[in-house]
């Protein structure tokens, strides 16, 4: 047990006063050096903007190119590639945009798996999706960051299933679609079977069991209809 957590206890007045000691340490200012500090942050905003562009464009990119079927023009890598686990076949269209940090999984029995990403497609920091049979994401989809589609249940309900780590039965498993034009909200969830309409709305944290008709915004878990959405002029 380091220090720190020793002192966290504070069970006795030894532990209580070093925690005062360490905690007002803590708040204690470090100054600004000149010179020194001036290039660390110069350093830094090289290390976060140029650099990393330039690590996404000639390291990244080409290693996701090469996991993937098919990945169309103007793709943007915000950070690193997604982590792509399992039998997964990709097709990438054109000026994707992809945060850091994601997570593509194929699930279930080893056969391959599907995912599509339509043409101008967003796809947030953190994202999962997790493939059962295939995920589909049309044209001008905007996903935020920590959604995740997961089309597996990953566990069966018998707890005695569970118990012998057998993989749930084939009402465990399913495909979901994102039509064109739709918005899934920050740390939302869309679960197997769902479609989500053209043009729909999946409110921040919300818990997507059922389908979502075109243009149509859902909140809550599960989620439910607030209101629907005007069409615009051409739709």
């Not at 070093?18 to 660390?40: D, E, Q, S, T, Y």
């Not at 890598?77 to 940090?101: C, H, S, Y």
């Not at 990953?154 to 749930?168: C, I, S």
């Amino acid at each position: 047990m380091g220090i720190i957590e020793w002192a966290h206890r504070r069970e006795t007045p030894l532990q209580r006063r070093i925690f005062a000691l360490l905690k007002a340490g803590a708040r204690v200012n470090a100054p600004v050096i000149p010179l020194l500090h001036p290039l660390l942050l110069a350093e830094r905003r090289f290390r976060k903007g140029p650099l990393r562009l330039m690590a996404s464009k000639l390291y990244y990119e080409p290693l996701l190119r090469l996991e993937c079927e098919r990945v169309g023009d103007g793709l943007l890598l915000e950070e690193d590639m997604p982590k792509i686990l399992g039998n997964l076949r990709v097709r990438i269209g054109d000026r994707v945009t992809l945060g850091g940090a994601q997570v593509w999984i194929a699930t279930g029995s080893g056969a391959v798996k599907n995912l599509e990403i339509g043409d101008n497609a967003s796809i947030g920091h953190r994202c999962e999706l997790i493939v059962g049979d295939s995920i589909s994401i049309g044209r001008h989809v905007r996903i935020a960051g920590r959604a995740s589609l997961n089309g597996f249940d990953g566990h069966p309900q018998d707890p005695f299933a569970r118990a012998r780590d057998e993989p749930p039965g084939p009402d465990g498993i399913g495909s979901i679609k994102v039509l064109d034009h739709a918005w899934i909200g920050f740390d939302a969830t869309i679960l197997k079977g769902v479609t989500i309409g053209r043009g729909a709305i999946v409110s921040a944290r919300s818990v997507v069991k059922t389908s979502v008709p075109d243009l149509t915004v859902v909140a809550g878990n599960p989620a439910r209809t607030v209101w629907q959405v005007k069409a615009p002029e051409g739709w």
